[in-house]
Nanobody, 123 residues
Framework: VQLVESGGGLVQAGGSLRLSCTVS????????VGWFRQAPGKGRDFVSA????????DYGDSVKGRFTISKDNRKNTLYLQMNSMKPEETGVYYC?????????????????WGQGTQVTVSS
């Protein structure tokens, strides 16, 4: 099973991007899935996650109201719509899956990770 992120790129501050994460070789319909960001020279930060049912969604404080997480189980694809982006949100964005299906906190429970997609927000 592999996770492949796409949709990264260069965007101006205030702009939007939509990231995608596709599962190959398996399904994440019973998994919680999430997005994390690693800025240059820093650790990995939680961005957003969604439970297996889609009923529970969690966001990092800095992105609430601007980012939206969603998933399409039929397509085995996770999305992150990012609006009103800020330069400090530059980094590599990773998707990950948690087989428990529920959101705990931060990276807890997330076991399978993608390779990441670079997002650069210019000022």
């Amino acid at each position: 099973v592999q996770l492949v992120e796409s949709g990264g790129g260069l965007v101006q501050a205030g702009g939007s991007l939509r990231l995608s994460c596709t599962v190959s070789g398996g399904s994440f319909s019973s998994y919680a899935v999430g997005w994390f960001r690693q800025a240059p020279g820093k650790g990995r930060d939680f961005v957003s996650a969604i439970s297996w049912s889609g009923d529970t969604r969690d966001y990092g404080d800095s992105v609430k109201g601007r980012f939206t997480i969603s998933k399409d189980n039929r397509k085995n694809t996770l999305y992150l719509q990012m609006n009103s982006m800020k330069p400090e949100e530059t980094g590599v964005y990773y998707c990950a899956t948690d087989p428990s299906g529920v959101i705990v906190e931060g990276e807890i429970g997330f076991e399978l990770w993608g390779q990441g997609t670079q997002v650069t927000v210019s000022s």
